[in-house]
């Protein structure tokens, strides 16, 4: 059991979360090497396909990612303190991250109608793949923080324990760090 001792320095969370945590990045890495590779060798393909994008809706979506992770971060500090609000706080998280959720399902659908897909270049491929493995981990990260949600107003968690919450929260804030790479690297950067 993880005491809240705030003077006590540990790896938030389990340890098993962490090496999953440092696989899926890992994999995120290899994908964002071969995507800068691809782009330095078309970069006319890359550039002509992140006009087509909509970076308004990419940054609306940063914005609800961000904002689902500060209040996961308020939450998780509510709780190691005692204080009031984890839930609310967890389920508003839940409802910024459906921002992204929402936004992306548009984005793609835009996207689709519009006659781009997985085959139509190199840069799409990467786009569609890149964002769908994302949008996949955004899930699961809404999943955990409904069971967190949950467990919190069952009273399960109470501050003497942090691993379950902080363990969710991590992962939470994988899934946020690895936006704010995807973000600039597919609508920003040329």
């Given at each position: 059991m993880q005491t809240s001792d705030p003077t006590t320095r540990h790896l938030p969370g389990d340890l098993a979360v962490w090496f999953f945590?440092?696989?899926e990045l890992a994999v995120f890495g290899i994908l964002f090497i071969g995507f800068g590779v691809a782009r330095s060798l078309d970069p006319e393909t890359f550039s002509a396909g992140r006009q087509v994008l909509h970076p308004w809706t990419g940054l609306v979506n940063t914005i609800g990612l961000i904002?689902?992770?500060?209040?996961?971060?308020?939450?998780?500090h509510r709780l190691r303190h005692r204080q009031p609000g984890i839930t609310l706080l967890l389920w508003g998280?839940?409802?910024?991250?459906?921002?992204?959720?929402?936004?992306?399902?548009?984005?793609?659908?835009?996207l689709y109608g519009n006659g781009y897909n997985l085959g139509t270049d190199t840069f799409f491929?990467?786009?569609?793949?890149?964002?769908?493995?994302?949008?996949?981990?955004?899930?699961?990260?809404q999943i955990i923080?409904?069971?967190l949600a949950v467990k919190v107003k069952r009273g399960d968690y109470d501050g003497d324990d942090m691993n379950g919450m902080e363990s969710g929260a991590s992962y939470w804030h994988m899934v946020d760090l690895v936006w704010l790479v995807l973000f600039p690297m597919l609508y920003v950067l040329a």
């Open positions: 945590i440092f696989a904002t689902a992770s500060y209040l996961v971060a308020v939450a998780v998280a839940i409802a910024a991250s459906c921002i992204y959720t929402f936004g992306k399902l548009w984005e793609y659908a835009d491929m990467f786009y569609f793949f890149l964002t769908f493995f994302h949008f996949m981990h955004v899930i699961l990260g923080l409904v069971v």
